[in-house]
């Protein structure tokens, strides 16, 4: 499996692990649904600072996120 796809497929289970929806995601990181939605479904690359706001919500490390550990 590719690092994009651990990413997208991270990005989502921390959500469902919350038990939040993608649009109380995006809105708690400052983004609009439909671009909260492109990064879940992995159609974009998901911008560090999404990643790093992401990593702050979660209060996970960022290499988490990017499957890096």
């Known amino acids: 499996m590719s690092r994009q796809v651990k990413l ?3 990005i989502r289970d921390l959500r469902e692990d ?3 929806t993608q649009a109380q995601v995006a809105k708690a990181i400052g983004l609009h649904l439909t671009r909260y939605q ?9 911008p560090a600072e999404v990643i ?3 990593a ?6 960022a290499d988490y996120i990017l499957g890096l550990i």
Not at 38 to 45: F, I, K, Q
């Open 18 to 20: 919350h038990d939040l």
């Open 8 to 10: 997208y497929r991270r």
């Open 56 to 61: 702050r919500f979660y209060h996970v490390r």
């Open 38 to 46: 492109t990064y879940e479904r992995g159609e974009v690359r998901v």
């Open 52 to 54: 790093e706001k992401l």
